[in-house]
Nanobody, 114 residues
Framework: QVQVVESGGGLVQPGGSLRLSCAASGLIFSRWNWYRQPPGKERELVATISRTGDDIHYANSVKGRFTISRDNAKNTMYLQMDSLKVEDTAVYYC?????????WGQGTQVTVSS
């Protein structure tokens, strides 16, 4: 069975930091992605990382502030979020890909507010 679980969301002030985690097990996934969905808006890709961790891409809106990483031993992906802005407020989702299928976590809420 495939299991995908995000954690680490919460409430933080502008300029603060959070680290999100995604534990995904059951298959060897070819791609690991972080998406987010702000209130009333469409889901968007935030960052993506290859299975080996050597191919990484970020959305322009988070470049220089967010860092994606993986730990193969723990089957876990991380998103370190620094210098958070109000517009980063969203539900953040972990998405993993295996062949023609993808799997989604339940989401974790990130709220940036003063």
């Amino acid at each position: 069975q495939v299991q995908v679980v995000e954690s680490g969301g919460g409430l933080v002030q502008p300029g603060g930091s959070l680290r999100l985690s995604c534990a995904a097990s059951g298959l060897i996934f070819s791609r690991w992605n972080w998406y987010r969905q702000p209130p009333g808006k469409e889901r968007e890709l935030v960052a993506t990382i290859s299975r080996t961790g050597d191919d990484i891409h970020y959305a322009n809106s988070v470049k220089g502030r967010f860092t994606i990483s993986r730990d193969n031993a723990k089957n876990t992906m991380y998103l370190q979020m620094d210098s958070l802005k109000v517009e980063d407020t969203a539900v953040y989702y972990c998405n993993v890909i295996w062949n023609a299928l993808d799997y989604w976590g339940q989401g974790t809420q990130v709220t940036v507010s003063s």
